[in-house]
């Protein structure tokens, strides 16, 4: 049992012999299997989308259909967390994760992951629509099975293909109004597919040891630090115009376009740093960090850039 | 079922099974409360 034991409750759990079947989880643990800070970003691209879908949706409705959409993103977490748990034992930034750490039972996250996301399916699709629900069931299929279980462990190209799960929430937003699919929620999924690499790639170097300890094929740990940067440069080059093409298509108006085009100017002023760095080792790694942060914000910039533009168009 | 802990290793197990009940109960009540919301707007739609 981890340290952070006896920091939380006082208690020294190490000496403690658990008989099957009890557990000591705190409901904490059972919140840190959800992932809610990557929870949070999935749901602001959603709850963006079904801002600005055109038609109307009963505002009860409309939360039902985030709150599947947080659910469902929680439920595809801790199934990564349940079929990831060696790994993450390895890696410092995860190992206190409830399952690795022993707080939380493999089979417990398991049943927790499938019922919740059955739960979000099933109720996205009587309180909302089954369009939705199927993109949801999905999204959280895709990124469990695709993703954690098919690909993470093989290729460099796994946050690639699986970016596309957390790319769908858009999708899920927009359709929970509409109940069909049009171009502006398919440009929202490509700038969340686009965005994807250069978020995780300018992680994965300067975490590089923490991937290559796990054995986990990151891009970094594969082909070196120097094609990584190239490849996050290029992302780069390829997701700024497509998140300018709402604006081209008229889809969006010149608001959203002159805030794209600025944050995308410094999301490209970022990735040249990036490119430019030669360190391998962590800790001279400063424009990798600062991309990494920005990129967060970046993604929230795009989205309620969208949702502003929306507003004052109507 | 016979466990060899502390008084104070007692004390903590069940005040994390108590979160854990109380945490579940509420969810309970918000699924109740999100299924009556749901029919509600239903009926009305």
Redesign the interface.
């Known amino acids: 049992m981890p340290s952070d034991f006896i920091a939380v ?5 190490d ?3 658990a ?1 099957p079947g ?7 643990d ?1 919140l840190a299997l959800l992932k809610p800070r990557v929870m949070s970003l999935v749901v602001f691209s959603a709850a963006c989308a079904l801002f600005t879908a055109p038609g109307h949706i ?1 505002p ?2 409309g939360f ?1 259909a985030i ?1 599947c959409v947080a659910v469902g993103a929680g439920a595809a977490g801790a199934l990564n967390q349940w079929y990831e748990a060696d790994i993450d034992a390895v890696m410092k930034r995860t190992a206190n994760r409830p399952v690795p750490a022993g707080r939380v039972a493999a089979h417990e996250a398991l049943a927790f992951g499938v019922a919740l996301a059955v739960g979000s399916v099933v ?1 996205m699709g ?2 909302v629509n089954w369009l939705a629900a199927s993109i949801l069931a999905g999204s959280i299929l895709f990124y469990t099975i695709i993703y954690t279980v098919w690909l993470k462990r093989r290729t460099p190209q796994n946050i690639v293909i699986g970016g596309l799960a957390g790319a769908f929430p858009p999708l899920i937003g927009w359709t929970s109004v509409t109940g069909n699919v049009s171009v502006l929620p398919l440009l929202m999924v490509a700038i969340i597919f686009l965005w994807t690499p250069p978020h995780f790639w300018s992680l994965a170097l300067f975490m590089e040891a923490d991937y290559a300890k796990a054995g986990v094929p990151m891009l970094p740990v594969v082909a070196g630090e120097a094609a990584t940067r190239r490849q996050i440069l290029l992302y780069t080059l390829v997701l700024v115009p497509v998140t300018l093409l709402p604006w081209a298509f008229g889809l969006t108006g010149a608001v959203y376009g002159a805030i794209a085009a600025v944050a995308g100017a410094l999301f490209i002023v970022r990735a040249v740093a990036v490119f430019r760095n030669t360190a391998t080792v962590a800790t001279a790694m400063g424009p990798e960090r600062a991309l990494f942060r920005y990129s967060l914000y970046y993604l929230f910039v795009i989205f309620a850039a969208l949702v502003a533009d929306h507003l004052l168009l109507a | ?1 016979k ?4 008084p ?2 007692t ?3 069940r ?3 108590r ?2 009940n ?2 579940l109960g509420l969810l309970l009540g918000a699924l109740v409360l ?1 299924f009556f ?2 029919t509600v ?2 009926m009305i ?1």
Do not use: C, N
Not at chain 1, 9 to 13: A, K, R
């Open positions: 409750g006082g208690v020294d759990f000496a403690i012999v008989p009890v557990s000591f989880a705190d409901w904490r059972y009963h009860f409705i039902v709150l109720v009587l309180g | 079922m466990v060899d802990w502390t104070a290793q004390a903590e197990f005040r994390r099974r979160s854990r109380v945490a999100l919301g749901i707007v239903r739609k």
